[in-house]
């Protein structure tokens, strides 16, 4: 009798935590819900690109050579005859890609310092003092020095644009750190005597996940951005490679002739950029009592 009552109420827990998902979706601020689902649709449009676009990324097209957006090609042609709808959507994968390894490695990255600092006064001068001479030397010049040293590959530039990122995400965590240390649970666990690592994953850690899921969607944003920037500066992939900073790149020089190759692509990139920073900043108001209250209040 008991399990055929809990059988019978699985299905009614089920629709009342889908109902409650969907309330929550449509209770969402309408900039939020439009940046979402725009951030959505550039994802898919990278994901189905070979489905979306019936040419070649890679194949040249002479007679089509800068040929404006028409019915054959919706964002034009490019200098090669290539097609600019099909270069830019390819060129989201890798763009996206890189965005999500950067913010992977800077957020692991930087819990690791963040806590290592935090938790201990004798770490916390010289990691820290590490971290300060890493964001002295300029993020753009940083990354270009190392994928110049280690060549153009997606790891390369991955790990150059992730490293000048590492330190801001330490020292925000470090910051959490040293306020979470102070809290009245975490002196009466250390009082019981629990370990130093128990104490870091029971009752510290916790308390980062918030702050930490919000900062590493502006990584995010930021990684793609220097993608770009290096693509544009011709440091970063080869050209052959559809990339959004290449496709600028490669329109630069008849911006006159076919403006739509920077259009395009810029578009796309500030669209992603703005949605996730939008995005970022909704969590953070969301994950915040203190700003969710002031916003219900205003």
Excluded at 145 to 171: C, D, H, K, N, Q
Excluded at 233 to 259: K, Y
Aim: aromatic letters at 8%; a positive charge.
């Amino acid at each position: 009798m008991h399990t055929e009552t809990t059988n019978l109420n699985m299905p009614q827990a089920t629709s009342r935590r889908s109902g409650s998902l969907w309330r929550s979706f449509l209770s969402m601020n309408k900039l939020t819900l439009f940046s979402l689902l725009g951030l959505g649709l550039i994802v898919l449009s990278a994901l189905f690109a070979d489905v979306l676009s019936m040419y070649d990324p890679l194949q040249l097209y002479p007679r089509h050579r800068l040929q404006a957006p028409g019915a054959e090609h919706w964002f034009g042609a490019d200098a090669l005859g290539r097609d600019v709808f099909t270069r830019v959507l390819h060129g989201g994968r890798i763009s996206l890609l890189v965005g999500v390894g950067v913010a992977l490695i800077a957020a692991t990255g930087g819990v690791v310092v963040g806590l290592c600092a935090g938790i201990s006064r004798y770490t916390d001068g010289i990691v820290m003092r590490v971290m300060d001479g890493v964001m002295a030397i300029p993020g753009i010049l940083l990354a270009v020095a190392l994928v110049s040293l280690f060549g153009a590959s997606l790891t390369s530039i991955v790990i150059a644009i992730a490293i000048p990122e590492i330190p801001r995400v330490a020292r925000l965590l470090r910051s959490v750190v040293l306020t979470t240390r102070e809290e009245i649970y975490v002196k009466a666990a250390q009082g019981l005597g629990l370990p130093t690592y128990k104490i870091m994953w029971r009752h510290i850690l916790p308390s980062c996940i918030a702050p930490l899921v919000v900062q590493t969607t502006f990584v995010f944003a930021s990684a793609i951005l220097m993608e770009s920037v290096l693509g544009f500066l011709g440091v970063g992939f080869s050209a052959d490679v559809p990339t959004w900073g290449n496709v600028m790149a490669e329109g630069r020089a008849v911006f006159q002739r076919a403006p739509w190759m920077i259009l395009f692509a810029g578009l796309f990139l500030s669209v992603t950029v703005l949605t996730v920073n939008i995005l970022g900043d909704s969590l953070r108001d969301r994950l915040d009592p203190k700003l969710s209250k002031n916003s219900k209040v205003l």
